[in-house]
């Protein structure tokens, strides 16, 4: 069998030279900053509905529970999701309190390892250098950086497909012995066991469909004959077995609805109502790849340039595995914007991989992208009050725009520091000036969002209720529910006349729920204190009915009552 050390191994023109040599200062210059950066601000910001509350309910309900087998949301069954990042949300809450903080920081801390791998993996195909400047452009990705601060799965799936991805790239590349690499095969399969236990079957099978159509497309099955079946299989089982097997024994309705429900009937049908046109992930790329969207046309698969003497480059891997999965979720019948996250971490490399023949005149072209979608964001934020509405009034976007302006004045500040290292071939230096002003600019972005993120969170609605309802009494959610509602609130609320995705539990499980308002009505009235959640619509509906209700909260989307 041939072996990639028997053929001689894969070694790209090196990068050209900064006039401005690269030193470990520079790796320092970026991380130390990027660190401050990227967990510092977790905590500036309220847990919105509905992923952050939803994910932060179901950690904090197993951390109480100490049931580690079953996720619960609400109290309820839920089965949608496997358990990976509930366990470490889980962990983190337990270490850290119940805060933002502690809810992002699994997801902070696995797009934080994301780009370190990418980085890293850069810099043992091409070079420290490019290492560097690789690991600049990942961290400052619009879509990392922005998914990783936000509570849901999809940064812990791609943290572990990008080590699988990597992990191949490095065994198939980089000189060493067989013992080595198959080391490296089998962090692969880990890494596989990993997103399969974050985010399902997708986890396996977007590796899979890279390394096979790689294969074939190359028709180079070399790759594949090495992938050690039986024992990174063996490693995978492990792993990702266990806990499907424990939460199918725990509950015969598991496999059923986990499977055919949530993974099948998601990709093939309409049922959960997440819907989207064919070119419905374009602009999410584009947007998402700030500032590094001027690179997108160099994107291509292998170069003369930069191919092996025989075999698969790393650039086909990467091509392929970022066209397979925005090909894939274009098609599948359940769209959301976070889906295409893992092809992110791919053209990071990418771009690496093609900067490294890039002269300083180009890159100052490439500058001029970012700089003009900043400066067009800029002046649009100044008529922010344009698209206020009686839902979203003007002040939030007044400080919402205010953000804008902030981020936009520091970007453009760091771009220009940019273009005046460009003009002294100080390549590198650019980049990761070009890299912070956008994480910057970002991140004042992201607190200013706060303002608008107190509409969909349920923190204001909790600091006014706690002073008046005692810590016994039930919380009702009627016709309406906020996801965030039982992590601030620290208890489950009763559901009223909603469904949902508590469907399947409210079946196995009835009694949590009240189908009516008119059973609301009666336990309401029975109760000697209580408070609730609604909309305008069920709260005039039920001061009609004359129930003893006091306002103890309202904004333009929802009313909190209390039965006093």
Request: hydrophobic share 55%; aromatic share 12%.
């Amino acid at each position: 069998m041939n072996h990639p050390i028997d053929r001689g191994t894969y070694h790209p023109a090196p990068p050209l030279a900064d006039k401005q040599p690269f030193s470990r200062g520079m790796l320092a210059l970026l991380l130390a900053p990027l660190a401050v950066i990227w967990f510092g601000s977790l905590g500036m910001r309220s847990l919105i509905s509905p992923d952050e509350g939803r994910y932060a309910s179901i950690a904090w309900e197993m951390m109480r529970s100490g049931d580690w087998i079953t996720p619960r949301l609400n109290g309820l069954l839920y089965f949608e999701k496997p358990p990976m990042q509930y366990w470490l949300s889980a962990l983190f809450l337990h270490l850290f309190g119940l805060n933002e903080f502690a809810a992002r920081l699994w997801p902070a801390l696995a797009g934080f390892l994301t780009v370190l791998a990418v980085g890293a993996t850069a810099s043992r195909l091409w070079g420290r250098e490019t290492g560097i400047r690789t690991l600049a452009i990942a961290a400052s990705m619009t879509w990392i950086f922005g998914n990783a601060h936000f509570l849901t799965l999809d940064a812990g799936l791609t943290l572990f497909l990008t080590l699988a991805l990597c992990a191949v790239l490095i065994a198939e590349n980089v000189p060493a012995t067989p013992a080595v690499r198959r080391n490296w095969i089998w962090l692969a399969w880990a890494a596989m066991a990993g997103a399969v236990l974050s985010k399902g079957l997708v986890g396996i099978l977007i590796p899979g469909a890279t390394l096979v159509l790689t294969c074939l497309w190359r028709r180079d099955f070399g790759p594949w004959r090495r992938m050690h079946w039986w024992s990174g299989l063996l490693i995978f089982l492990v792993l990702a077995a266990p806990w499907f097997v424990l939460v199918s024994m725990r509950n015969p309705t598991f496999a059923q609805f986990f499977f055919i429900h949530e993974h099948f009937a998601r990709y093939l049908t309409k049922v959960h109502q997440r819907e989207g046109s064919w070119w419905y992930y374009l602009p999410l790329l584009l947007g998402g790849m700030l500032p590094w969207t001027s690179a997108l046309p160099w994107l291509g698969p292998r170069r003369a340039g930069d191919a092996p003497p025989r075999g698969v480059a790393p650039a086909d891997f990467l091509f392929v595995h970022s066209v397979f999965i925005l090909l894939f979720f274009s098609a599948s019948g359940s769209k959301l914007p976070s889906y295409i996250l893992p092809m992110f971490p791919a053209l990071a490399l990418l771009i690496g991989l093609r900067l490294q023949q890039a002269s300083p005149r180009v890159l100052r072209g490439h500058l001029l992208v970012p700089i003009l979608v900043w400066s067009i964001a800029l002046v649009a934020s100044t008529q922010s009050a344009r698209v206020a509405s009686h839902s979203t009034p003007a002040e939030i976007f007044a400080q919402l725009g205010a953000g804008i302006r902030w981020g936009g004045a520091v970007f453009l500040a760091f771009a220009a520091f940019a273009w005046w290292a460009l003009r002294r071939r100080g390549v590198t230096l650019a980049i990761v000036s070009l890299a912070l002003g956008h994480l910057i600019g970002m991140t004042m972005v992201m607190a200013a969002h706060n303002a608008y993120g107190q509409l969909k969170s349920a923190a204001p609605i909790v600091s006014a209720l706690e002073p008046v309802l005692r810590s016994g009494a039930p919380m009702f959610a009627v016709g309406i529910y906020d996801q965030t509602l039982p992590f601030y609130l620290r208890r489950d609320v009763v559901l009223v006349d909603y469904q949902d995705e508590f469907a399947m539990g409210q079946v196995l499980e009835p009694g949590r729920s009240l189908d009516s308002l008119d059973a609301f009505a009666s336990r309401w009235q029975a109760l000697p204190q209580a408070g609730a959640y609604m909309d305008f619509p069920s709260f005039i509906a039920m001061r009609q009915r004359g129930l003893p209700m006091r306002v103890i909260f309202q904004d333009q989307r929802r009313v909190v009552v209390a039965r006093q």
